[in-house]
């Protein structure tokens, strides 16, 4: 069987590339879009998130006696 598909492909070499390149072509595609976003994710917008929501809590005004409970 596999020898029917080796020559198969040797007689037509672009059924082969057809059938066994574009596949992987888009497996790689695949993985490296998911590096490049999860490194942009990781990378640019988490250190953005983190940067505003310091900025938005170091700056935010702070009531001790608001949370303090009445008596």
């Known amino acids: 069987m596999f020898a029917l598909f ?6 037509r070499p ?3 590339v057809a059938i066994l390149g574009i596949p992987v072509l888009a497996l790689i595609a695949i993985g490296l879009v998911t590096i490049t976003v999860l ?3 990781f990378f640019v917008v988490l250190p953005i ?3 505003v929501w310091l ?3 170091v ?3 702070h009531d001790d006696m608001a949370s303090a ?3």
């Open 59 to 61: 700056l935010k005004p």
């Open 6 to 11: 080796a020559r198969l492909f040797v007689l």
């Open 39 to 41: 490194k942009l994710l």
């Open 69 to 71: 409970p009445s008596e």
């Open 55 to 57: 900025v938005k809590r």
């Open 14 to 16: 672009l059924l082969g």
């Open 49 to 51: 998130a983190l940067v």
